[in-house]
């Protein structure tokens, strides 16, 4: 802990990751953006590195759900007929991945990809921008479960995963980002947001957050061979 204006800071990762308090959001891990049929990869876009990080996401919840860390899966909706998109959001959505129509309500494309879909009592945030916490009841969903870190992973590191993860700072929680349990479709902008992320936040790896909380290879507590469920 360190002491400033008479408050007790937390700054050591054991202290800020513990579990009690910390909460795992996993982003927009969804067909149209992860799968080679999803929107996003018709329009062009390459999604294999989204592809990559999947096996490190499942070791991820497991191991958060063996620790009992709070898991809040995030999903990206468009409703129909573009309602829930301005125009200006239109056109940065085609700048930024040449397809509008990804994650239209009630399609395949919206759905979590299998291998990530949530298990019974965790709960799913739909948010239609960038950020986690915008119009949503995320901020309202950590609080009342007395959530005082968040550890961001997930799709887009210099788009959702960014948004999410400044928002998370000025909405006063303390943050980390795991940085190979994330990525994006082009890997230099995935490397100049990671550039950016590390002057400000703090950055680990899979193995390292598993360790923090205290599970082992298989997710289950260190020593354990007991796999932790991951569906309902």
């Known amino acids: ?63 958060a759900r063996a620790a009992g860390v709070l898991v809040v899966h995030i999903e990206t909706i468009v409703l129909a007929g573009h309602r829930s998109d301005s125009d200006s959001w239109l056109f940065s959505k ?63 590191t210099p788009g959702c995963v960014d948004a999410t993860l400044r928002d998370s700072t000025f909405y006063d929680y303390y943050n980390a980002l795991v940085e190979d349990a994330i990525a994006a479709y082009r890997q230099d902008l995935h490397e100049a947001a990671l550039l950016i992320q590390r002057a400000r936040h703090q950055v680990l790896r899979v193995d390292e957050l598993l360790r923090i909380w205290g599970v082992g290879e298989s997710g289950g507590p260190v020593g354990s061979t007991t796999r932790a469920t991951t569906s309902a």
Not at 1 to 18: C, F, H, V
Not at 34 to 49: E, F, H, I, M, T
Not at 127 to 151: M, Q
Request: hydrophobic share 40%; proline share 6%.
């Open 1 to 63: 802990m360190l002491e400033i204006a008479g408050r007790s800071i937390m700054n050591e990762p054991r202290e800020i990751l513990a579990p009690r308090h910390t909460a795992l959001i996993v982003i927009d891990m969804q067909n149209d953006f992860v799968s080679n049929d999803g929107k996003v990869a018709q329009a062009g876009n390459d999604p294999s590195a989204i592809q990559a990080i999947v096996p490190a996401l499942e070791r991820l919840l497991e191991g």
């Open 94 to 156: 085609l700048k930024g991945v040449s397809s509008a129509d990804w994650c239209l309500e009630g399609t395949w494309g919206a759905e979590f990809v299998p291998e990530l879909t949530p298990i019974e009592g965790e709960p799913v945030v739909t948010k239609y921008r960038s950020s986690a916490f915008i119009n949503t009841n995320l901020d309202l969903i950590l609080r009342s479960n007395g959530i005082r870190t968040v550890v961001i992973c997930g799709e887009q």
